[in-house]
């Protein structure tokens, strides 16, 4: 199936990006629930299935509604601001119209026989709304929060890298089409093609404002557009460095030990995806204050990079630095010989 949607001047200039823990919490319950699909995140499902093992997840509301081919889209409305907190968009959630709340129920159900949810959202929806909402929180606190600063590295970095990049360089067309393969842009038209829909094309009717793109860790290596949220249009793809969020290779460890210590090696590890200090002092168990002091010696040496996003400070292994975790001798190929 291919989805068309015209895209105007006015609603490409009001395009924007924004992340969403929202988004990612949906997507890491559906991961669980379809684990054959996890591909760069298996790490995480194992972390998520031993915490689980522990204390089970209890979602009787919200699973039956995610668990289908085709889901209410209202669940993951558009992030009104680019870095929302997950209070931010279950309020907006909790704000869904009841009139959008019954058309989608209908639809994705149809008239034969609903879950409980389902019901329970036609007739009391502000409850339902609620209770929904609740268990959301509860999936964000402990499948996400425990890794969301890192994960909102990469993603920044990756909105950082296309609205510099990829829109500044080639405009709108080098944009969309260097999001995902399925994603292409022409005469003013944005295309989606979902192979694994067997529905016919269709033209989409784009939301108000443009269209929100949204980097995503989880739905790697897929992406998708959803033109009829209850709140914009979204585009949701792969963030760049998503495979690198749950790696920590130990090959050249070793080696890396030997020339830089252990300590700075091991950050060195982490920092191949873009990382803040607070998040790198977290996972190493040392005080930020040590941190700040290894991440200079490793900037100063040209081993990392660092730049600034937001309010945040982003640090990633240079060239440089990648050749030396990965033992490679390309740096010195033009070198010669003695």
Known sequence: MQLTVEVGVADLAATRFATSPLIETIMAVQLLGKPAYSGVSQPWLRWARAQLDQQPLRVPRLWPLLSRPRWPEWLAPAPRVRNPGIDDELTVLRETPHTRIESSVRRVFGDGRRPASATELLEDPERALGDIAAELLDCHDR????????????????????????????????????????????????????????????????????LVLIPSVFIWPWASMKPSTSTQTTVRYPARGAAAVWEVDTQCMAATEELLGAPRARLLMYLRSPATPGWLAAQLGVTPSAISQHLGVLFRGGLADRRRSGRQVLYCASDLGLALLNGSRAAGRNTQAF
């Open 143 to 210: 499948l996400i929060a425990p890794h969301w600063e890192r994960m909102r590295a990469v993603l920044d970095a990756d909105i950082a890298y296309r609205a510099g990049g990829a829109l500044a360089s080639g405009g709108a067309r080098s944009l969309f089409n260097d999001l995902h393969r399925d994603l292409r842009w022409s005469d003013g038209r944005l295309t989606f093609t979902n192979t694994a829909d067997s529905r016919a094309d269709r033209a989409g009717v784009l939301g108000p404002d443009g």
